[in-house]
Nanobody
């Protein structure tokens, strides 16, 4: 049984930082992982992805240079370090698992991710 559990969300002022974690069970190190977010009234959007070994990463333009994805396969955990947060980053953030690492042109496709976490709320105040 695969489970993904996000944590680390919260309320932060603009310019602040948060670190999200996604703890996985049921197989982790052989899969690429992604982060998505969904704001109220908007579609779920791709944020970042990381390859199984952590050597390759992809970021959405909206977060490039501010967010950093990483993983610790010994702990079955993937992280999303979010710095210089903006009010427009406010959303529920989800981690998800996929078989193969994606490229900047394919990471957005939610159908390629087979398991999703329940999400963690991030709210950035202005």
């Amino acid at each position: 049984q695969v489970q993904l559990v996000e944590s680390g969300g919260g309320l932060v002022q603009a310019g602040g930082s948060l670190r999200l974690s996604c703890a996985a069970s049921g197989g982790f190190s052989i899969y690429a992982m992604g982060w998505f977010r969904q704001a109220p009234g908007k579609e779920r959007e791709f944020v970042s992805a990381i390859s199984r070994g952590g050597s390759r990463t992809v970021y959405a333009d909206a977060v490039k240079g501010r967010f950093t994805v990483s993983r610790d396969n010994a702990k079955n955990t993937v992280y999303l370090q979010m710095d210089s947060l903006k009010p427009e980053d406010t959303a529920v953030y989800y981690c998800a698992r996929r078989d193969m690492m994606c490229s900047v042109n394919t990471c957005y496709d939610v159908s390629k991710y087979d398991y999703w976490g329940q999400g963690t709320q991030v709210t950035v105040s202005s």
